[in-house]
């Protein structure tokens, strides 16, 4: 009989716990990767770009033009020779090349905005830092497959589909950087 009511005092104690405390026992075999609206997700970002071009062009063009005679005949003889002669010639020889490279590295944390049809999952993200009275932003949109999701709940952002980062910056520093307004007129008048 002790025995008995050992065995239903357990199985209490494990369903009072359980129902106390569900997420804690789900937890426990569970994983913790995002599948559903308003999971959260930790991306790795570490973006590099880079891009140029070269271009040549060479033209060149001559022209020339002779006129020659020699003295005349008869009465006319004495009429000293003429000649006319002429040169002209071009050249262009230009060159011109433009380099551009950029770098992003960060970690943002986004959140699970939709599941697709096919089990996908539509993240959106954004990240506000403020040092100095200078705000970084950096905003983050994309499709993530449910099985690039590491474990740990990480993805980078290099296996996002559709992505697109921005990264912008308001501030004193920012606005100094900009030509000012008449420097924009000019250049964009000339």
């Known amino acids: 009989m002790k025995e008995r009511n050992i065995k239903h005092i357990i199985i209490f104690m494990i369903t009072t716990v ?9 937890n426990l075999y569970s994983d913790h990767r995002a599948m559903k609206v308003d999971d959260i997700l930790t991306i790795l970002i570490d973006e590099s770009a880079k891009a140029g071009s070269e271009s040549g062009t060479k033209t060149s063009k ?13 009465a006319l003889r004495r009429i000293p020779a003429f ?19 950029g770098k992003l590295v960060a970690t943002i944390t986004a959140r699970v905005t939709k599941v ?18 200078e705000k970084e932003i950096i905003k983050i949109t994309g499709i993530v497959r449910p099985q690039d999701v590491r474990k740990d709940n990480i993805i980078y952002s290099s296996n996002i589909a559709d992505a697109e980062i921005t990264y912008a910056g308001k501030g004193v520093v920012n606005t100094a950087r900009r030509p000012g307004l008449i420097a924009r007129f000019l250049n964009w008048l000339f």
Do not use: F, H, Q
């Not at 993200?125 to 403020?130: A, H, I, L, Q, T």
């Open 18 to 26: 359980y129902i106390a405390y569900p997420a804690s026992m789900v």
């Open 62 to 74: 001559e022209n020339s033009l002779g006129l020659e005679s020699s003295g005349g005949t008869g």
């Open 83 to 101: 000649g006319l002669s002429g040169n002209n010639k071009v050249a262009y020889d230009g060159k011109g090349g433009t380099t551009r490279e």
């Open 116 to 133: 697709l049809d096919n089990g996908n999952l539509v993240i959106e993200g954004s990240k506000v830092v403020v040092i100095n009275d």
